[in-house]
């Protein structure tokens, strides 16, 4: 029987889950009033980076008495410079169930090295059990598991009087799932997850408990430059307003006030949720009725809309090793990159083999779509080519 090719391409191949697609519409000329060859610290300069974070609140709906900085290093600095600078005031919980939350272990048991320490685990596809946790040690956790399709389906969990902080990695989150801020006094992200923008850049949102663990406690290790938020025991306010502690490339700040426009046109926070529950919803109508792929996580309720993560469930490929298994996956992934159809879909290297496709609000339903059917159509392919092979 001849696997006949869908006759509807997507007409934008970028489903990797970072950095993710540009915006609808997104062009070069977007960027043509980015202060380039001015100083960050001119009026200009300046003026531009307070609009991003004034920008960054009203999008996200920030609270009016959380800090917004933009920070180096894109949110792994961001997040980095959060636990350097307030962890080991009291005992801290950590959950981890994929490869970024493991590397926040690794960070506060190895490099940190506290010793009043709670790990959390739970294997990919799965969610830590959150009534284990308790909220008056500090916690670190991902919302959005990127690499595993999982996210913590609300902050209920997170106790409205809690002792301790929470420290949030939304990298994957913001911009596509409502954030609890009331219970969240540390969240992180970067410009090039959800909407798209360029790399490089992160930021720090910070909420008055976290602005004072800052100016009352002081870590018993050295803090880098780029580390350090006080002076003086005092917030350096400067952070807050567009005052960078290193110097930011002003041609990715103008791509990310231009992604900010238009996720206002877009209906703000709510529009930017409806699309990426939109585009999930695709692909969760195609996997209803397609026999040789699932989900990753089992449970409906823990499914990221975001970086939505598939895993193999044909009996033929699912007895293969895990090395055969990733073979036939990267071997799918691949012919739909030569074909232009879908670029950067196999799963993180620490993930099961499976595929993962980037659902956020900068990629458009129609698109997804279509992608599910050329998933098909590769497999059927891939599938056929290996049994003749053998």
């Avoid at 599910?372 to 497999?379: E, H, Q, R, S, Y």
Wanted: net charge positive; glycine share 8%.
């Amino acid at each position: 029987m001849t696997n006949t090719a869908p006759g509807v391409r997507p007409a934008n191949p970028h489903f990797s889950s970072g950095p993710t697609s540009k915006r609808p519409g997104w062009s070069l000329q977007a960027l043509t009033d980015a202060a380039l060859g001015r100083s960050h610290r001119a009026k200009i300069g300046k003026a531009k980076l307070k609009r991003a974070i004034d920008l960054t609140r009203e999008v996200l709906e920030v609270p009016a008495d959380y800090r917004i900085g933009i920070v180096p290093a894109s949110d792994t600095g961001a997040m980095e410079m959060a636990m350097w600078s307030m962890l080991g005031a009291r005992p801290v919980t950590m959950l981890s169930w994929e490869s970024f939350g493991e590397g926040w272990v690794t960070d506060v048991e190895k490099q940190l090295k506290l010793k009043d320490v709670t790990v959390i685990k739970a294997p990919y596809g799965e969610l830590p059990d959150l009534s284990k946790v308790d909220s008056d040690t500090d916690i670190v956790f991902t919302w959005n598991g990127t690499t595993s399709g999982v996210r913590v389906p609300n902050a209920n969990w997170i106790k409205a009087d809690r002792k301790g902080l929470t420290f949030c990695d939304a990298t994957s989150a913001a911009f596509a799932q409502p954030l609890d801020f009331a219970k969240l006094d540390v969240v992180t992200f970067s410009w090039q997850k959800a909407l798209g923008g360029e790399a490089a850049h992160g930021m720090i949102i910070l909420s008055p408990r976290a602005v004072e663990r800052l100016e009352s406690y002081k870590p018993a290790w050295p803090l880098p430059k780029i580390f350090r938020m006080t002076k003086g025991g005092k917030l350096i306010e400067g952070i807050f307003v567009g005052e960078t502690i290193n110097t930011p490339s002003m041609l990715c700040v103008e791509d990310y006030l231009d992604t900010l426009q238009w996720a206002k046109s877009a209906g703000g926070l709510k529009g930017l949720i409806a699309r990426a529950d939109a585009n999930t919803k695709a692909v969760s109508d195609w996997l209803a009725i397609s026999k040789w792929i699932a989900p990753l996580p089992a449970d409906p309720a823990v499914r990221s809309n975001t970086s939505v993560c598939l895993k193999v469930v044909d009996a033929a490929i699912a007895k293969l090793p895990v090395e055969g298994q990733w073979d036939f996956v990267k071997a799918v992934a691949a012919k739909l990159e030569k074909g232009g159809i879908a670029y950067d879909i196999a799963n993180h290297r620490d993930a099961p083999p499976g595929f993962r496709i980037w659902c956020g609000a900068t990629v458009e339903k129609s698109d997804v779509e279509a992608l599910t059917a050329w998933l098909d159509w590769a497999f059927a392919e891939t599938k056929a080519a290996q049994l003749k092979a053998a």
